[in-house]
């Protein structure tokens, strides 16, 4: 079945270090990838997204993925992280040729001063 | 991006009370409206699918008849919990797809409180 893997559930950085949040996919053909944040009792933002062409994803607020078709992987990455970047990310792909989305179960981002 | 927009954000209701669910996209034609529910602490689960015009697909395990959906526009879709129980208390979010887009795009969120 198609799924999507947030391998982390929790992860802890301190404030200015780089971050990576690790999303694996599985099944099929290369499906179109996001990642969201969502910050408590609010809705889902965007970061960024894949469909094709250059695998390396520029997204908003300094972040970028990496799409590895070799590895079903789509990490995110942060090279220096801001308190304000504590908040719950999800990964999550198509399913199918549609636009449903399947998450991930999400890693919560703690940033510690 | 397009804007989708869900209302109410919050609702509280009684215990056997129905609540209604508004999603609508402000700026382009929705074909397609999915219906998302997050428990606290969990990822988000799609509940349905509606397409205007047409009976909404519902996801394995997902009553239709006590979330019962309608997209009558191609600019809005509702979501109705009908007789509402606590264990119904969740955040329900829409997104909205179509209209050429290659992408569906997250309403706000609406946080359900049955007591």
């Known amino acids: 079945a198609q799924s999507v893997t947030q391998p982390d559930i929790h992860i802890t950085v301190s404030e200015g270090a780089s971050l990576e949040l690790r999303c694996n996919y599985s099944?099929?053909?290369?499906?179109?990838l996001f990642w969201y944040v969502q910050s408590p009792g609010q809705g889902l933002q965007l970061l960024l997204k894949?469909?094709?062409?250059?695998?390396l994803v520029q997204g908003i607020k300094g972040f970028e993925a990496e799409f590895k078709r070799s590895q079903s992987s789509f990490n995110l990455r942060k090279p220096s992280v801001h308190w304000s970047d504590a908040a719950e990310y999800f990964c999550?792909?198509?399913?199918?040729?549609?636009?449903?989305?399947?998450f991930g179960t999400g890693t919560l981002l703690a940033v510690q001063p | 991006g397009a804007v989708v927009s869900q209302h109410p954000s919050w609702v509280i209701c009684k215990s056997g009370t129905s609540v209604k669910i508004e999603c609508r996209s402000l700026?382009?034609?929705?074909?397609?409206m999915f219906w998302y529910r997050q428990f606290p602490k969990q990822s988000l689960m799609l509940m349905a699918t509606?397409?205007?015009?047409?009976?909404?697909?519902?996801e394995q395990g997902v009553e239709k008849d006590k979330f019962l959906i309608n997209h009558a526009s191609l600019t809005l879709s509702t979501l109705t919990v009908t007789s509402a129980h606590p264990e119904d208390s969740s955040f329900y979010i829409c997104?909205?797809?179509?209209?050429?887009?290659?992408?569906?795009?997250f309403g706000q969120g609406t946080r359900l409180t049955v007591v």
């Open positions: 099944y099929g053909a290369t499906p179109y």
């Open positions: 509606s397409n205007e015009g047409s009976k909404a697909t519902y």
């Open positions: 997104s909205a797809g179509g209209g050429g887009r290659t992408e569906a795009f």
């Open positions: 894949y469909f094709s062409g250059d695998t």
């Open positions: 700026d382009f034609q929705a074909t397609t």
């Open positions: 999550a792909r198509t399913k199918g040729a549609t636009n449903k989305l399947i």
